[in-house]
């Protein structure tokens, strides 16, 4: 970006609280005048905030760092906590983008209220039969010089690697609070068969050795994430 511009950047998490958010904003802070904060005169802040939707949600509702950021975007500025008066501190010059998932496994509704300030841009899943061509040319185009038994083998293992995806996103494995890390999506199916195309003719010479290597791969990416032994099992 130009100097002008310098970027700050946050992380949510289900224990974010409107405390920790704000300290580190206000850390970054300098005084422009009585009651007046921002960055540096001749700079701006682009405040970049990522899965704004997962702080847990309070027992009526609210989102405590979500409602300090409406705050800000509603009347440009916060109280300041540490000081006895509790003035109201004006900021200038700061920029709030933000990225987050679907609601669901963990992840909430934000507040319409602050929706309203914010020019959304979102994007649609790939339909299953985009993903079936994509993984199809990219099996096909390796194993091409393979074995015909093991070149068969391709349209089915990505039927069954569909099947695995949709189980894996439907089934017991949504992410959760205490599982945040249970975030699959495409880049997983690609590890997956960016491992496949490791193969080498020496070894993969019948269709039962392909299909170890596909179990060994999906092994790999979905079971070394999960911290149950049951969805181990399940897997």
Known sequence: MPEEFQALQ??????TSANQTQDYLDDKMT????????????????????DLNMPKKEEYGAQPPIELIRQFMDHQGWYERKSKEKPFNKIEDMLILTAMGPPG????KISVRLQRHFNIICFTELQEE???????????AFYGMFSQPVRDCIAPL???????????LTGPLKPTPS???????LRDISRVYQGLVCGDK????????????????????????LIEVKERKWL
């Open 10 to 15: 946050l992380t949510f998490s289900a224990k």
């Open 31 to 50: 005084k422009r005048r009585t009651k007046v904060y921002g960055p540096e005169i001749g700079r701006r802040f682009i405040t970049f905030i990522d």
């Open 105 to 108: 496994g963990g992840r909430s």
């Open 130 to 140: 985009a993903i079936r061509t994509i993984y199809t040319s990219i099996g096909e």
């Open 158 to 168: 990505i039927e069954a690697q569909l099947e695995i995806y949709d189980s894996v």
């Open 179 to 185: 599982k945040q890390h249970y975030l699959f999506n």
């Open 202 to 225: 020496k070894f993969v010479r019948e269709p039962v050795d392909l299909l170890r290597l596909w179990l060994h791969e999906n092994m790999r990416v979905f079971a070394d994430r």
